[in-house]
């Protein structure tokens, strides 16, 4: 039984971004948007996940993320990615052209 757990990686007044790990380990993201009625959950999280796993990962999200906030809601929507991890881009690593830089 996974074991999932968040970092924050950044928070606006209407918005949250977390890391998802389980026991050390990246298995995804979580960005929580919040609305005045609505919570909006964009969760990316790796394609070795089962669908019950998600399923738990996204209770998890709202019983330890969402409901920890506080604020009220009518509604909880979950957009679901599953993929690879492709890397993280930042402006630090383009050229002046926006050409990716090698590393020396």
Known sequence: MPNYYFERDCRTPY????TVLDDEHSVGRVDLHFTPT???CTLCVLESLTQEEVQELIETVDDDLVDAVGVY????IVHVYQGRDAGVYSDNGFGQNG???EEA
């Open 15 to 18: 918005s949250e971004s977390y």
């Open 38 to 40: 609505i919570v909006h």
């Open 73 to 76: 809601r009518e509604e909880f």
């Open 99 to 101: 050409d990716a830089t």
